[in-house]
């Protein structure tokens, strides 16, 4: 009964449009009047849910990740991918897809990048003959790198979630299919242009402008590697990590690039606690709904009846991923990975599965939401910015999300593609 309410509620007010970390919190509040504790529990489990020092390192990304998206360093990183992929076939979209692969590894965030380096490509890539509908589902899929590539903040949460996991080794996990999906939509975009696109020239660039965009481009990329680089080595934590990149992120925005100025600081730190109060009640609403479900033993009910169901791992796998495709396209990422990491986590183990190697997948799986209807995030943000309805972006998209789809298979399949690098560093035995 207790399960019953707890999701009854939280679908209704998901209809009724109610904000999700209140429609989660509510329909905790509710169910829990059907259980034998003291309501101060829910008050304590929403407390010590946030209580936790690497949810910091959240904090710390969003504001260098803010402070990078206004400081110029896309239009940077857009004049960097020029220099790399100017020359291929369908150079618009090559470097929009590049850049998007750049910004992904400095921000972690899909709609920073649709909302930055989206309304800077979109218009120039209809300029040079796409159809507007094309470079908007092309920015869209490009954007999906953003929470995948490291940092990434849905790993961050998932670390959290599941407990015992290192950030590390899931950022690690993330890179080579973010670059893999960055890859397979180059491919496309190169024999799309080959088919559909009249060949645009691009502007002849000196040695020393060259030369001079690389310089400048790289001290934005500089964050990947103080971020990366410092983990690895073991030189710093994930959360230190962020402090340090938000330090760089502000001298590099106010006193390199000096884009910002210091009088907008005040209203970028107000934006970013705005942001993160979100993120965080979010965390602390969503820890209550999940340890509720754990109350009511749910994870081992699921356990139960999938494999009394079956136990072809193959089946499972293919069952679980449908099943996250429909759920990110009706929740927003940070919920889903809040809530399901809790009840398909210890599924996923029962089958053997290393636990970085199901986070990565489900963070992959989930971010596919951010830019397919009815809740897409950043697919309502690209389409604001080219000013189309969301049907007319769907069609030309189809193809690009396919791609990566088929990215989120080999991930599932081919554990080695997500669990190399993190083994190669010491982060998983």
Known sequence: ????????????????????????GLGAMLASLTMDIDRATIVQRMLSGVNSFPLLAVIFFIFAGTLLARGG??????????????????????ITILACMFF????????????????????????????KETATAIALASAVMGPIIPPSIPMIIFAHTAGSVSIAALFLAGAIPGVLIGLGLMVWAYFHAKRHIKP????????????????????????????????????????????????YALILC???????????????????????AVVLFLVATSSVFTWILTYENLPTLLSRTVFAITDNK???????????????????????????????????QKMGMNIVHF???????????????????????????AKLPITAVVRPLIPLLLIEIAVLVVVTY????????????GFVM
């Open 1 to 24: 009964m207790t399960l019953g309410i707890a999701f009854f509620c939280f679908v209704f007010f998901l209809i009724i449009n109610l904000p999700i970390s209140f429609g989660i």
């Open 73 to 94: 360093v896309s239009v940077r990183l857009v004049r960097l991918a020029e220099v790399l992929v100017g020359r291929i076939p369908g150079a618009l979209a090559h």
């Open 104 to 131: 992904g590894g400095v921000s972690g965030s899909a709609v920073a990048e649709i909302s930055s380096i989206g309304a800077m490509m979109i218009p120039t890539m209809e300029k040079a003959g796409y159809k």
């Open 200 to 247: 645009t020239p691009m502007p002849v660039l000196s040695f020393k402008e060259k030369l001079y965009r690389v310089a400048d481009g790289m001290a934005g990329l500089f964050t990947i590697i103080i971020i990366l680089g410092g983990i690895i080595s073991g030189f710093f934590t994930a959360t230190e990590a962020g402090a340090v990149s938000a330090l």
């Open 254 to 276: 106010v006193g390199v690039y000096r884009e910002i100025k210091i009088r907008e600081l005040p209203g970028i730190l107000f934006e970013c606690c705005q942001v993160n």
């Open 314 to 348: 193959l089946i499972l796998l293919i069952v679980i991923n449908v099943f996250l495709l429909i759920v990110g396209c009706l929740v927003d990422l940070t919920p889903a990975v809040i809530m399901l990491t809790p009840i398909l986590l210890p599924l996923m």
């Open 359 to 385: 986070g990565a997948m489900m963070v992959i799986n989930l971010c596919y939401g951010l830019i397919t209807p009815p809740v897409g995030t950043s697919l309502f943000v690209g389409c604001r910015i």
């Open 414 to 425: 081919w554990p080695p593609l997500t669990m190399w690098l993190p083994r190669l560093f």
